[in-house]
């Protein structure tokens, strides 16, 4: 039995497919994107990322959900070596991008003194409380729509369905029995012609992400910051795509 549905969230449209599973499956998987948008959004002013970034030091009880997206970003920026960098809200902010694209009222200030850091080393993390160091603030961005695919993915197989995609923005997380023999056939989006793909990839379990400086311009910036520059990448390449 195959299920599929799309609904708006986390920023955009979300699409969920499942294999032997049930629809109250794909309902929780839904509920617990929202709900991933619910704690982690920078435009929500009540969020847990808006309460951490709002602490200025101070220590932030926050869901478990919370706590583990956070500890995913510290080990992002060690196992990149600051190529990662989740501390970069100050720029992307500076260059236009304050408000939502989808919900252009929902906006976002910085506290005061708010500013990029090089390292994640004095975030300090228990099971229920998480404390930033005082200027930093956090942006889920791309690590939050990729972090939520996982967890959903996960969730979903042990819900005990046989197989499940959850896309969402250029984020694709797989595993288990796809719809057709031999793995999940994803595209990969020609960034000059949107009705057509470069790749059809493959894939049996991970995800594949693609990146791209054709979206969410602001003039001649865009929303993809190289963090030592705190300025927009300049490369020639248009999107990245990436499979793990």
Not at 97 to 118: C, D, I, K, N, R
Not at 209 to 218: A, C, H, Y
């Amino acid at each position: 039995m195959l299920l599929s549905d799309s609904r708006a969230i986390m920023g955009g449209e979300s699409v969920i497919t499942l294999v032997g599973g049930t629809q109250s499956m794909l309902d929780a998987a839904f509920d617990l994107a929202a709900e991933c948008e619910r704690l982690w959004s920078r435009f929500l002013s009540d969020s847990e990322l808006c309460r951490l970034n709002a602490a200025a030091g101070a220590v932030v009880n926050v869901s478990p959900l919370t706590v583990a997206l956070v500890d995913a970003m510290v080990d992002g920026v060690s196992l990149t070596d600051g190529d990662f960098n989740p501390t970069l809200l100050p720029p992307v902010i500076e260059l236009g991008y304050a408000a939502s694209l989808v919900e252009p009222t929902h906006s976002v200030s910085l506290p005061a003194g708010a500013q990029v850091f090089t390292d994640l080393g004095e975030v300090v993390l228990t099971s229920s409380t998480v404390q930033l160091p005082a200027g930093m603030t956090l942006d889920a961005g791309g690590i939050g729509k990729g972090f939520a695919a996982d967890l959903i993915v996960a969730a979903v197989m042990a819900s005990g369905a046989r197989g499940v995609m959850v896309s969402r923005s250029g984020a694709v997380g797989v595993s288990g029995e796809s719809p057709q023999p031999g793995g999940w056939l994803l595209g990969v989006e020609n960034p000059f012609d949107e009705s057509q793909n470069v790749e059809i990839v493959r894939l049996n379990e991970g995800a594949i992400v693609t990146s791209s400086q054709r979206k969410k311009r602001f003039g001649d910036a865009h929303h993809l910051i190289d963090p030592r520059t705190k300025k927009s990448v300049i490369t020639s390449a248009q999107t990245v795509t990436v499979i793990a």
